[in-house]
């Protein structure tokens, strides 16, 4: 707006100056009726440049009849001077009764027709593929009442308004206090796009009848296809959770999967589950066994031969290759993978692994293997610390009980031979058979032959008992022990050869059970 720099003295010109062809004078102030309200205009401004000595003065309120104003009875007022600028002030046609909305869709069609025209040969455009390329700004919900909407717009006249400057609510004073929507530039083009699709919209005074329809008057409707809006914040955080959810999800139902599998087998089998499961985990169904390999296998056999000097192969790997290839007798095993040596030497290997695994022997092969292994390593240490400290050692391994199928091993450091021929009258090999013959027949208290302890001490007071009564010629008489030498042998004149040495005379009932065992085998 302009400001006042002056204060004015010359008189109002008489004669108005003319700024164009459509300018008409401002009327009195006191014709209220055929005031109007002025409006900026920026469609055509006309540049006015004033002279330093034209000046606007404000006018007094005049009223019919009244004569003019003497200068010396005017009031003092600040005289108005406007800098130099392109705006100009023109007045406009306005109704009363005016639609804001109906303006604005006035101006719209009127912006939109020319582009419609110079588009009429072009193929339509897909609103699917509008939706997906539409900028971030746009926003969904205006997007798709403008595609799933029918038009509302009278078509086009060939006599078409200029173009119209937008109107705010505040310049119109009988625009209804209803809330407008704005429209940006992107609305604007996608409008474009849209309406080019039809060239000739009927009019519509129905609107729509259905959401995703749209009626024509005539009763008929025609079906609109659906955009999905695009996906808001809260539902890409949903997705994404569910997504981060999906895989623990799928391995619980695996896991139930597996206990219902479990528990079919069970009850199919009449075995418990525990049971199921074990053996389950025992097979190892969920990992495939790799197949050991020839080169493993023989260092595996190097590191044994190492280990019974009391040597190690080294932690190296380096240290364990060299040792491989400087021994001539591996590399020709090498050289043969299919030879017997090259086989034992795999399942030498296998069995290693499958003992370190379970922790038990698969069968009686095996344990013999193990035994033989570990009793090397064994025999091997006791040596060497013998040879260290001048310490006698000694020791053995053998069957523990019927069925075992161990072979006998022996180590003696020192003197130990001639303290077992001078104090048990045996060689080492042959206190090992003894002592094996001694475990299998105590083992679980039955002999080779399936003889109980129980028994065995029954047959040997049976026999004593008989004997002495045969001799004595007294069938009444019975067995001493704590007084076998008053009361059996100097009274009766007999005695009891036979008796194993180092075993107390003493009833059958009160001996071990190696006792029982010599004295039934005496």
């Not at 370190?356 to 292994?373: E, L, P, T, Y």
Request: proline share 8%.
């Amino acid at each position: 707006m302009p400001s006042s720099s002056q204060v004015a003295r010359t008189p109002v010109p008489p004669t108005p100056r003319i700024l164009g062809s459509d300018w008409t004078p401002s009327l009195p102030a006191s014709s209220q009726a055929a005031r109007s309200t002025l409006q900026p205009s920026v469609v055509t401004n006309i540049p006015y440049h004033p002279s330093p000595s034209h000046v606007y003065t404000s006018q007094s309120k005049s009223h019919p009849g009244s004569g003019r104003v003497s200068e010396n009875q005017r009031p003092q007022t600040p005289e108005v001077q406007h800098p130099s600028m392109d705006l100009l002030w023109q007045p406009i046609e306005v109704h009363q009764n005016t639609d804001a909305r109906q303006l604005r869709d006035e101006a719209l069609r009127s912006s939109v027709g020319a582009g419609v025209a110079e588009r009429a040969e072009s193929p339509a455009v897909d609103s699917s593929f509008l939706h997906r390329n539409a900028p971030p700004s746009i926003s969904n919900r205006g997007l798709t009442s403008l595609l799933n909407r029918s038009p509302s717009l009278p078509p086009l006249s060939n006599s078409a308004s200029p173009i119209l400057p937008p109107l705010s609510p505040l310049q119109l004073p009988s625009q209804p206090n209803r809330p407008t929507a704005s429209i940006s530039n992107a609305d604007i083009r996608e409008n474009q796009q849209i309406l080019s699709e039809d060239h000739t919209p009927a009019p519509n005074n129905s609107g729509p009848t259905d959401h995703g329809n749209s009626s024509s008057g005539d009763g008929s409707a025609s079906p609109v296809p659906a955009v999905a809006p695009r996906m808001g914040v809260g539902e890409r955080q949903v997705k994404r959770r569910s997504k981060d959810t999906a895989f623990p999800d799928a391995v619980r139902a695996l896991a139930d999967h597996t206990d219902n599998e479990i528990k079919r087998i069970a009850s199919e089998f009449q075995k418990s589950l525990l049971t199921v499961k074990k053996l389950m985990g025992v097979h190892r169904r969920f990992r495939e066994k790799k197949k050991s390999s020839l080169y493993n296998a023989l260092m595996h056999k190097k590191a044994q031969e190492l280990r019974l000097r009391g040597q190690r192969l080294g932690s190296n790997l380096g240290d364990r290759h060299k040792a491989v290839a400087d021994d001539e007798d591996l590399q020709d095993i090498l050289n043969d993978p299919e030879g017997e040596e090259a086989q034992e030497a795999l399942r030498d290997l296998e069995e290693y692994q499958k003992a370190r695994f379970q922790g038990s022997r698969a069968s009686s092969k095996a344990n013999d293997n193990d035994i033989v292994k570990t009793w090397g390593t064994i025999a091997n240490t006791a040596q060497n610390l013998s040879k260290r400290t001048s310490a006698a050692t000694f020791g053995f391994v053998c069957s523990s009980r019927a069925g075992q199928n161990v072979t006998r091993q022996f180590f003696g450091n020192g003197p130990i031979e001639g303290f077992l021929m001078s104090k048990f009258g045996m060689s080492g090999a042959e206190f090992v058979e003894a002592a094996e013959a001694y475990f299998i027949l105590t083992s679980s208290g039955r002999t080779a032959t399936g003889t109980s302890i129980k028994k065995m001490q029954k047959e040997i007071t049976r026999a004593l008992l008989e004997g002495l009564r045969d001799i004595t010629k007294n069938p009444n008489l019975g067995m001493e022990w704590e007084h076998y030498e008053v009361l059996i042998v100097k009274e009766w004149g007999v005695k009891l050869e036979g008796w194993p040495a180092g075993v107390k005379m003493a009833t059958a009932t009160s001996l071990h059970a190696a006792d029982v065992i010599s004295v039934y085998h005496a």
